[in-house]
């Protein structure tokens, strides 16, 4: 008999099903036993009576892998409006030891650290189960949107030779005997292969050596990394992001639908950063948004185009990176923008240089060397069209989605700081 | 006025239209200049005959992005019949300085080293672009394959406490102050995951730090990875492995449609362990086929099933991971698969373990601690069901599918026992 999920038993009722699962709850009562079985799908109620498999059920713990036949019958009482009737029960394991806490109460009422500990059975309660199918969705999103607009996925080096875009707060690792580091974003090989595929994309891991412990960093995460060329400056690369942003939240509307999904209008409105500061009351002189600034941006938005989303542009290049594209037009600013999502930075982009004299220029500029990005400028000397790109930070990005407090909650087996394990 | 790709021209012709590339070749004649302009899609002939644009053209280079207006003219001699003429040429960026070797002829001439420290440019030659291209189709195949099937996308640490499984060949690296090591696969993560969502895949980075400088490893590779639960045994592993390669294949033909693609029967021909041993006139006590064996295997294939692909099952349990589940009726044996393609293995699977007493016995056995699995054997304790899995390499793949001579060819930014750059 053929494995039945129990999202589908409705569709089976009178018929006799094998189910299989965790043994998500009993209620043991005088004259019935009932057995929630849990799969990936929901859950099942199971009716025991007879005495004999009632001992059986009695016997099994929580998390105990079983498998039940019975048969489906309507109840209207019952989770989806239907039961297990008559059934059969059998272990497919071992007896499990309850986990450290409760799996079937509405919250996991372990502190957050308890659950990190125990992530893998901590991630079967659906609170931290739904923001994983969440930010896979998402994903699947982001690929829908890109895929037909004619980018190519690639993977690049997590693992390189300079410890490039910031110095500090990367991992260093030993490579055959030679100094490396693990690599803090795609962004060098992705501008590279702009000038291979013209559109490109990638989702992988990117490292950051946070020595800081707050609810917004974790030292991996997933980026969601895309570089396109042949644009007249950053609006080119914002509307892609905003084709990219409105696949993604449909499809986590579709597979998953949390509640609170924000809308994303066709133009997401928009202010220059001198506007921004201007909107939050701001000193006019400064070179960057406060997160009481971006709060402000982010109630203009609601308040003047009933928008969730805001785009910030061109921030000062004193604050940007040195590939950062100046405003042809003002270039103590830049061609780069940030989307403020509730109030809050949700993804960085803009158009990056695309001179090899510039970045020589940019790098002197910086104060840096130019030796440890001699490999990846090389290629500008070869030919490199106008373009831009943006990251989106895939944790960050389901945690403000769903309003999660720490980004920890929404990773699968977080790395901090602190935590190296599981 | 629009940007046109040249795979469109044809759809224009009589039209004024705009187009951006790469220089690829000049040829300056007599009284006409010919240039060949590159883009994502293909090549776009342009005809010069206005003397001051036929000098512009001239002081350009190789490989200078530049863009072109001018009307496209139906020319049967000319790249996709048709060409444009009366244009106006413009440089997006510098004038490129010509790259080490020549990207306008059918071959790159030269070495495989050359290309790879030049991979930036080396990579717009087809012959290098096609194997990525293959590569993102493939893995669009592999999630499309999977998704419908109920499987969840995630990401799992790539910095792990313990050097497990194999111990040897791992990175070291410095977490914080900690010493810490890259993944060398995903294996245990999706294992978890199996007990969360019961059917899981990833695509990402793996790191293995291999002493050998080989055509088929690299140490930093794609790993696509499967994991599903509630297996009978490792036939239905095979089962989705058969169908995620059809997906896979599918989606290649469909997109790049390189030559040689083979056929994937419905039911891929089968050999256990031992008639694989005589079938290859192998020792029948050996422990592994040898590269000879797997050739014998692949000819097999071919001559009584007319197929590229065989299953090989029931590996020696001395020649498996710990976590290979046992044949239950011959317990030497083990549940485990290889699928030989063309006579070369390309991927390893197999049912695994389950029961926390099994993992605790295994390990024992083996010699191997138990206290660098512990956090990850902890989830065993608490429920999981029979499950099993498989990881495709995706450059092996490719390589294979292409038959690339060196798995270097079809990564982007390959890194090995000597390559940390670009």
């Known amino acids: 008999m053929q494995r039945i999920h129990s999202a589908h038993l409705p569709a089976h009722a009178g018929q006799p099903v094998r189910i299989a699962g965790w043994v998500h709850r009993r209620r043991l009562l005088k004259s019935v036993t009932f057995l929630i079985v849990r799969d990936a ?8 009576t007879d005495p004999a498999v009632r001992e059986v059920v009695a016997r099994l713990t929580e998390e105990t892998v079983v498998e039940v036949t019975g048969t489906v019958v309507a109840n209207d009482t019952a989770p989806a409006g239907v039961e297990l009737t008559g059934p059969s029960v059998r ?91 693990l690599a803090q974003s795609p962004q060098f090989y992705k501008q590279l292969l702009v000038g291979v595929f013209e559109r490109v994309y990638e989702v992988g891991p990117v490292f950051r050596a946070e020595p ?33 942003l409105a696949g993604m939240l449909a499809e986590v509307a579709g597979r998953v639908s949390p509640e609170g999904l924000p809308e994303i209008p066709a133009r997401i409105p928009e202010l220059h950063f001198r506007e921004a500061l201007a909107v939050a009351g701001a000193d006019p002189g400064g070179l960057d948004l406060a997160p009481a600034d971006e709060r402000a941006v982010g109630q203009w938005g609601v308040r003047e185009h009933g928008s969730d989303f ?113």
Do not use: C
Request: net charge negative; charged share 20%.
């Open 212 to 244: 800081h412990d707050t609810a917004r960093h974790l030292a991996q995460y997933t980026s969601l990394d895309v570089e396109l060329g042949f644009v007249a400056d950053h609006r080119d690369v914002m509307a892609v992001l905003r084709d990219t």
């Open 41 to 48: 799908t929901g859950l099942a109620q199971v009716v025991v």
């Open 310 to 422: 805001v785009f910030v542009t061109g921030y000062p290049m004193a604050k940007r990176p040195f590939y950062t594209h100046p405003d042809p037009a003002d270039p103590a600013y830049s061609n780069s923008f940030d989307l403020i999502f509730r109030g809050v930075e949700l993804v960085t982009g803009g158009q990056r240089r695309h001179r090899y004299e510039d970045y020589v220029a940019a790098l002197a500029a910086a104060g840096e060397p130019l030796d440890p990005y001699r490999s990846y400028l090389d290629a500008f000397r070869h030919g490199m069209p106008p373009h831009g790109g943006f990251a989106i930070g895939l944790e960050r990005f389901v945690a403000q989605l769903l309003g999660a407090g720490n980004v920890r909650e929404v990773a699968a087996f977080p790395r901090d700081l602190h935590r190296l394990s599981p």
């Open 91 to 181: 272990a497919l394991g071992d007896t499990a030891v309850p986990p450290p806490f409760d799996l079937y109460r509405p919250a996991l009422t372990a502190t957050l650290p308890t659950q990190l500990d125990h992530a893998a059975v901590a991630l079967r309660h659906p609170r931290r189960a739904t923001p994983l199918r969440v930010g896979a969705a998402a994903t699947a999103g982001f690929r829908a949107a890109l895929d037909p607009a004619g980018f190519v996925e690639v993977h690049t080096p997590k693992v390189v030779e300079s410890a490039t875009e910031s110095g500090a707060n990367v991992f260093a690792l030993d490579w055959f005997g030679r100094p490396a580091y």
